[in-house]
């Protein structure tokens, strides 16, 4: 199986500051056939199931503001959330699907600081 | 617009059964494979399996944790998903979320609001 690990736990931001989370797989999740990284951010407000934010290590989906942006390759991978706002507090979670079973990480909570 | 409804949550005792279902809206259901993913109180999130489309096969896989407990299958007429789940453990309680993906990613872009399921003697 491949464990996900993110960095930090939690942490915590001022408004209008960048925030940035870690997440790394224990083998890579880069598909050489077409050079994809099969890794996607999510993010859980309380009380609501996850959104995702990004695929494809970097996609953003139709939606998510372009505050948020994804980036990595192999086993290693950031999202980053430039100029933070305040919804955007929330719990985020990086999953990979290079593989089953499909695994996420274990979740690091953004909260203002 | 997308909806994924989840229904047949509740309290069940250990060792007995309980059937989730999915009802779709809003894309071509047939088309997608459909996931269930679980978040026990106050944890993180832990995929518990998906089954693919019919044109692929319609085969499902499932977590360590549930393979040869819980079963998916698909009513694509109806669309609608199901989990049944059997031989339920304590360990097992959890918000259960569906969710769609296409068949050959399996990121998950929809999600349902989810049901509560509570195994308690």
């Known amino acids: 199986d491949i464990v996900m690990t993110q960095s930090p736990d939690s942490l915590a931001v001022s408004l209008g500051e960048r925030a940035t989370i870690n997440c790394k797989s224990s083998q890579s999740v880069l598909y050489s056939s077409n050079n994809k990284n099969y890794l996607a951010w999510y993010q859980q407000k309380p009380g609501q199931p996850p959104k995702l934010l990004i695929y494809?290590?970097?996609t953003r989906e139709s939606g998510v503001p372009d505050r948020f942006s994804g980036s990595g390759s192999g086993t290693d991978f950031t999202l980053t959330i430039n100029s933070l706002q305040a919804e955007d507090v929330a719990v985020y979670y990086c999953?990979?699907?290079?593989?089953?079973?499909?695994?996420f990480g274990q979740g690091t909570r953004l909260e203002i600081k | 617009e997308v909806q994924l409804v989840e229904s047949g949550g509740g309290l069940v005792q250990p060792g007995r059964s309980l059937r989730l279902s999915c009802t779709a809206s809003?894309?071509?259901?047939?088309?997608?494979?459909m996931s269930w993913v679980r978040q026990a109180p106050g944890k993180g999130l832990e995929w518990v399996g998906f089954?693919?489309?019919?044109?692929?096969?319609?085969?499902?896989e499932f977590a360590a944790s549930v393979k040869g407990r819980f079963t998916i299958s698909r009513d694509d007429s109806r669309n609608i998903a199901y989990l049944q789940m059997n031989s339920l453990k304590t360990e097992d309680t959890a918000i259960y979320y569906c969710?769609?993906?296409?068949?050959?990613?399996?990121?998950?872009?929809?999600w349902g609001q989810g049901t509560l399921v509570t195994v308690s003697s």
């Open positions: 969710s769609s993906s296409t068949v050959t990613s399996y990121y998950f872009d929809y």
């Open positions: 809003g894309f071509t259901f047939g088309d997608y494979a």
């Open positions: 494809w290590t970097s």
């Open positions: 999953q990979q699907y290079y593989s089953t079973p499909i695994t």
């Open positions: 089954i693919r489309s019919k044109a692929y096969g319609g085969t499902t």
